[in-house]
């Protein structure tokens, strides 16, 4: 009796834990549509940033390390140069995502009105408690 009463009871513990792990699991895009509409405003607020040198708007979704890292005067550095040599900012186009462990790439290809060749955009993004935020950043 005591070892049916014990099995029911791990059973019921099973079932229990099987429905609520995944309402606790962070959820992970999938699909490259799904990465795009999760990374598209990520880099509007750095694209943001860039445009009207507002370093807030800018680090708004950098994760902690990138804020110490891309500090106010490297944002206004960086800010310079890329108004120096690539212009502002027209456009740009999803090229896809790679997904390399909890981190995610994402690529578009930009035009910017002072060059013109494509410019590479590539956003590393990884998911922080219930958001995504932003680990590294390379125009090329």
Request: hydrophobic share 45%; proline share 2%.
């Amino acid at each position: 009796m005591r070892y049916l009463e014990k099995f029911k009871a791990l059973i019921l513990v099973v079932i229990i834990v099987s429905f609520i792990t995944p309402a606790f699991a962070a959820p992970r895009a999938k699909t490259t549509q799904e990465i795009k509409i999760v990374a598209d405003p990520l880099l509007d607020n750095i694209i943001e940033g860039f445009k009207f040198d507002k370093y807030t708007i800018y680090c708004r979704d950098l994760d902690a390390e990138l804020k110490v890292a891309g500090s106010r005067t490297k944002f206004f550095k960086v800010s310079r140069h890329i108004k120096t040599s690539l212009g502002n900012y027209l456009y740009r186009e999803y090229m896809g995502s790679l997904l390399k462990g909890d981190m995610i790439v994402v690529l578009w290809k930009a035009k910017y009105d002072k060059t013109k060749n494509d410019v590479l955009i590539k956003l590393v993004i990884k998911k922080q408690g219930r958001h995504y935020v932003v680990t590294g950043l390379w125009l090329q």
